[in-house]
């Protein structure tokens, strides 16, 4: 037996691991020290050092996932020394991985006659190299094929992707980045569209954008290179979801964004994000073996036996991708369904909302925080070298809530149809029974409807009051009026501020998105306009006034939208609109033409006055109609003409309380 005595151990007998004098030696910090340590001291110096790091299960600024199943840090555990690129020596842990794909390919919809393949990888960031390299190498084939120089690729992507600016610097692509603008915080087909070439490998969206959790349009952008591809350019699509890939599919199992679409070739998505994996584990799929060349695959058989692999590394833990199919297994559809449909529940609380609408179908469920007020949002948010989207897009003053719409090319034309309808049964068969009613003489343009009330209410069924009642509902449907009109045109003003045609202090918008300092100035317009009240004895004459100068301004819009849209059928044939006049050029014309001299009579008729109304003299009449027309045709072109110099403007001023 040995024998043990105290005074071996007296010094530091009373002493916790600090005080034993292995703790009292300086350890270096940036070379390796002489001796050795106990194990237990060196773990308590490690250990201490990262109290300094902050609590994982706090951050609420991650993608990654940051709590974990008691049962998968048992499996870290276990699978700690396997190493990932053996597959021979682990096949269990190899066919673990092979099944993690295949579940993969199935959820997203993988099409059954197709041989699809797919792997592991350290992140989605490594599966996007993998997928944007086997795109590089086909588009690679097809050039040569062609007889085509191969030395210019290029792919279009979203906006604050680093992956992509990776891979375009590692691999020697042009990244042409689709840039963040007001009203447009991601990909659209119109901007995938002016970007893409016969150079172009591929076009990357993100499903799920790191700044505000957006799904870009993946279908959309998909239908517009179908289109395209008529043209003999056709481009393919790698899905980038590294967030959407795991909760799309359980969220919203309708929305197609995966291997639904014949032009999506490959897909990735991150593990360790909503897959809920431990960190380090991510993956990418592809639709067919043929998506993936075979000079890219590497035969390796000094490991024992011949072993194919697509990597950017060769070693690598096991425990991750085991993990995933634990979760696989113990979560199942239900389980990723109830966890991903209680984060979307995250979104009743207020988020950002810098003119795109937020909801389950089109964005990743997380928190976004608004913007403090005083400060300015990220410069990429206003893009004054751009031009603005009505610009480009002869728009009614309605349709600048097109952008809001989930289907606009379905749901806007409903829309404008309904509203027409409705416009149609209110003004033109409400007018019937005051004609019926009221003796021609005795029709007013400003109490018409309420002499008609007063005829059939009061005088026939004695019901005075009930004048007093509809009285009231018609003013309330009048300011109801007032509020919808105010909006539109204001978000159709600030629209041109991404060109510098306004001061930066009418740029200022609260976090609904809604142009405070414009409205103000607008309120103090009107105000100053309606005071010809005052001076005007006659309501009627002051209210047609006024009514003709705004008729005339909107019809002079009218006419330059009706000739913007037959222009820019011929100068921009092919950009991608969410709704197309059908007929090709000749139905422009025809609509277009029809709608142009339509509006042309009306604002000519818009100078003459009734003859009932007594305007005295009417020529001051006309003269206060043209005068009023020529004043407020000339302030916006003053604007115009006293801008800030291009790509000098300051970004959009986002105001209002924080959330």
Known sequence: MALHRRDDIRSVLDADIYGTHAANVAVPKYRLGPDELRPDVAHALVRDELFLDGNSRQNLATFCQTWLDEEVHQLMDVSIDKNMIDKDEYPATAELESRCVHILADLWHSPAAADTLGCSTTGSSEACMLGGLALKWKWRERMRAAGKPTDKPNIVTGPVQVCWHKFARYFDVELREIPLERHRLGMTPEEVLKRVDANTIAVMPTFGVTFTCQYEPVADVALALDRLALDKLDIPMHVDAASGGFTA??????LAWDFRIPRVRSINASGHKYGLAPLGVGWVVW?????????LIFNVNYLGGNMPTFALNFSRPAGQIISQYYLFLRLG???YHRRAARRAGLREDRELDLHSRHDSSGSVPARVAVVLDGLRPP???AAPDRPSSLRRRPSEVQAVHIVEMRNPSRDYPLAIGIGAVIALAVFALGAIPLAAILPHEKISLQSGVFDAFGAVITDIWHMGWLVQVLSLLV???????????LGSPSKGLLATADDGDLPLVLQTVNSHGMPTHILLVQGAVVTVVSSLYFFIK?????????????????????????AAAIKLRYS????????TVPGGALGMWLIAGIGFVGVLFSFVVAFFPPDQLPVGSPELYVGLVIGGTVLFCAIPLLMHRFRRVKGTAQPLVVADQQA
């Open 333 to 335: 559809r239900e389980g």
């Open 287 to 295: 639709r067919d073996r043929a998506d993936l060349p075979e000079e």
């Open 475 to 485: 003013g309330l449907g009048a300011v109801s009026g007032v509020f919808a009109w």
């Open 249 to 254: 599919p359980f969220v919203t199992p309708d």
């Open 538 to 562: 006659n309501v009627s004459v002051v209210f047609f006034l006024l009514s003709a100068m705004t008729i005339a301004l909107y019809l002079i819009a009218y006419m330059f939208m009706y």
């Open 572 to 579: 921009e044939p092919k950009l991608t609109r969410p709704f």
């Open 379 to 381: 410069a990429g948010l």
